[in-house]
C-alpha cells in the first residue's frame, strides 16, 4: 500500500502544473502526522491587539444555532497589526502535494460544470433531473474519486455524498467539498456560482479554493501564505467606518428570526447592501472590492474554503459571535448539524469586524 | 451638410465588423422618415389571442407613478401564437446604419469601462470622484461623440447628460443610453453590469443592445428580427405555470410602500426569486435561462434597451399594468420623470406574464 500511495502522490505532483508548491514526493498517507497543530505568525491576518482575549483559530463558538445568543469575548481587532493570534497551518511537507490535489479537484470539477452550464433545461422537470443536480453529483463524484486515488486515509465531505471520515495517518485531515456553490445562479445562467473545496487539519480550514470555471477565476488561500487571485497575491482593502462599506448577502431570504433582524441592523449600518453573489462575494471581499460578507443559514462546505482565502488576503472571518469556523466531527456523532457554525461574518478591515459583531449581537 | 453627413455614414458602415447588417450608404440625417410606423407581424413576440384587447406598442399606460393604481385592459396572451399585435418598427433603410452605430457605440463605452473595471477605490472617497463615476462619464461622453458625429440631427437621452431633442429629419429619432447599468456592481469589481444603448422611433424603443464588456456578451434586439446573442439567435423558454418560474430583481430595495406589496405577492408565487443582476439579469432570461425579471424606480435609460431584445426572443415586456414600456418627451416638457414608465415586468411566456400581472394588480 505504501509504495502504491507514493506513486499516486508522485504522479500526482508531476502532473499538475498550476501550483508553484516544490513537489514533495512523500506520500501523504504515510506521513506521521504531530497530534500539536503548526504555529505560524507570518501571515498577514486579522489579529488581536495585546492585552484583549484572543480570538484563536482553534476556538469553537458557544454558539451555534440561528439567532444570537451569548457572546464571545470581544477582541479588539486592528486589520494589519501584529498580535499574538497562533495560526494552525499544514504540516510542511504536507502542504505542497495538498495544494497540487486541490487544485487538480478543481480542474475536475471545472470540466463538468462548463460542460453542464447553460444547458437547456425544462423548467418543468423536477429538481432532481435538472443540470446542475447532475452537474453537482458528477463533479463531486470526480472530486471524491482523485481524493480516493491520491489520499484514501483522508476524511471527505460533501454536499452530495455526506461525510467519510479519515482513518490512520489520515485523521486530521477532512477535504470539505462543494462543487457547486450558488446553484441558483448555475441554474439560471449567471456565471458567478464556484466550486469550493478545503481541507481542514484537526478541524480547522487550512487551505481553500474558489474556482469560478467560467469567468476562469481561482483563488487560493493557505494558512501561513498570502492568497492569490489566479496566482497573484490580493489582499482586502482597508475601510475604517461602517457606514462607507459595501455589503454583500447571497440573498435577504437566508435570515429568518432573529437572525434577520440580526443582519438588518448590520444592513441598515453600511453605505450599500447587495445580493446575489454567493462564494463569489467573499472571492471579491479578498481581493478588496467590497467590505463586508454577512450570512446565515450554511453549512461548512458553504465557507470552510473561504476561511484561509479571507485571513491570507488580511481580512477577518468568523461566527456572528466572534468565534473561529472550524469544525472536527467525531464518528460517534450523530447529529452533525448541530456542531457546526451557520453564520458567517467576512470583512476586509478588523475594525468593521468588530462593530459589526456588535450590531449582530443587539 | 449633406455630403458631410454622407461622408461620416459612409465611414461608419465601412469601419464597423460586428453587424450582419447590409451597408446602406443614405445618410440617416438626411432621410425622409414617415410620420407613420412601419408595421410588421415577422417577429417572433409575446402576441394577443383575437377577440381581446390588443396592447399595441405604442400605447402609453395610463399608469406611471408607483403603485399599483389602475389596470389597463388586459389582454390574454400567448406566447409563440399568431396575433394581430402591430410592431413599430425603423424605416428598412436606416435599421442597418443605426445598428452598426450602435455597435460601435457600444466597442466605445466597452474601451472605457473595461480601462475602470476593479481600479483601486478608496471606499472614503465621495462616489463622484470613484472609477464608477468616471467612467460613467466618459462612456457616456464617448458615445454622444459618435452620435453628434454620425447622426447630428438625433435625439440622445443619457444618465450623466441629460436630454438634447432631436430635429429635422432627425426628430422621431432618440437614442437612449446607459453608459453602466449596476454600478453597484461595477464598483464591487462583479462583472454582471451592462451598457445598455437603445434607439427610439416615434417614442417605441426599435433597437437594442445590451453590452457585458469584461464576459464579452452582447445582446441585441431589432424590431421586427430575431434577438441574438453574439450574434447567434436566442429565444426565451416556455413556463406556463408561474409556481415553477425563478423571478429576478436587482434588490428587494428598489420596492416601497404599494410597490414592494405588489412585487411580494409575485415573489411569493414564483419558486425561487433571486437578485443581484442589473440588466443581465434580462439578457438571461431572452436567453432562456430565466423566467421573470420584475423591477421598479427605473427610469428609461434602464430598460428601453432591454425591450426590443426581450420581444426579438419571443418573451413579454411591459410596465406593471401591462402597458407598453414607450416614451415621447417634448422639448417643451417640464416634468420628464413624470411622463415615463417606472416599473417593469419581463417574462419568457406570456401566460405568466399574465398571471404576473394580475397579481401585481392586487
Known amino acids: 500500500m505504501l509504495s502504491a500511495t507514493h506513486h499516486r502522490v508522485h504522479a500526482l505532483a508531476h502532473s499538475t502544473s498550476s501550483s508553484p508548491s516544490p513537489l514533495i514526493l512523500r506520500p501523504l498517507s504515510s506521513l506521521s502526522v504531530p497530534s500539536s497543530s503548526y504555529v505560524s505568525a507570518s501571515t498577514p491576518s486579522c489579529r488581536t491587539l495585546p492585552n484583549t482575549p484572543s480570538i484563536s483559530q482553534g476556538q469553537h463558538s458557544t454558539r451555534r444555532k440561528r439567532g444570537v445568543r451569548g457572546s464571545a469575548p470581544m477582541s479588539r481587532l486592528v486589520a494589519a497589526g501584529v498580535g499574538g493570534e497562533s495560526s494552525v497551518q499544514l504540516p510542511p511537507d504536507v502542504q505542497g502535494p495538498c495544494v497540487d490535489l486541490a487544485h487538480k ?10 460542460q453542464y452550464f447553460r444547458a437547456p433545461f425544462d423548467v418543468e422537470t423536477k429538481l432532481d ?9 458528477q463533479a463531486e463524484t470526480a472530486m471524491r474519486e482523485l481524493l480516493t486515488q491520491h489520499v484514501p486515509e483522508h476524511g471527505v465531505f460533501g454536499e452530495e455524498h455526506g461525510v467519510k471520515f479519515g482513518s490512520g495517518a489520515g485523521t486530521p485531515y477532512m477535504w470539505v467539498l462543494d462543487p457547486i456553490d450558488g446553484t441558483k445562479s448555475f441554474i439560471t445562467g449567471k456565471p458567478l456560482f464556484g466550486t469550493l473545496i478545503s481541507l481542514l487539519y484537526n478541524g480547522t480550514p487550512v487551505l481553500g479554493i474558489i474556482d469560478q470555471p467560467i469567468l476562469k477565476e481561482r483563488w487560493l488561500g493557505v494558512a501561513g ?4 487571485l489566479n496566482g497573484q497575491p490580493i489582499s482586502t482593502r482597508p475601510c475604517q467606518d461602517i457606514s462607507k462599506a459595501y455589503l454583500y448577502a447571497t440573498t435577504p431570504h437566508m435570515f429568518e428570526g432573529a437572525s434577520e433582524a440580526a443582519f438588518n441592523r448590520v444592513r441598515d449600518a453600511v453605505r450599500i447592501p447587495m445580493y446575489g453573489c454567493d462564494c463569489y462575494a467573499y472571492g471579491l471581499l479578498a481581493a478588496g472590492h467590497t467590505d463586508i460578507v454577512c450570512e446565515a443559514d450554511l453549512k461548512p462546505y458553504d465557507y ?3 476561511v484561509p482565502i479571507i485571513k491570507g488576503a488580511g481580512g477577518c472571518i468568523t461566527d456572528w459571535a466572534g468565534g473561529a469556523l472550524s ?7 450523530t447529529d452533525l448539524v448541530s456542531s457546526w457554525p451557520n453564520e458567517v461574518l467576512a470583512t476586509g478591515d478588523a475594525r468593521v469586524h468588530e462593530v459589526a459583531l456588535k450590531l449582530l449581537q443587539g
Open 105 to 114: 479537484l478543481a480542474d475536475a470539477a471545472a470540466a463538468i460544470t462548463r
Open 129 to 137: 433531473a435538472s443540470p446542475v443536480t447532475i452537474a453537482d453529483k
Open 225 to 228: 501564505k498570502p492568497s492569490t
Open 304 to 306: 470552510m474554503a473561504l
Open 327 to 333: 469544525w472536527q466531527p467525531n464518528p460517534g456523532d
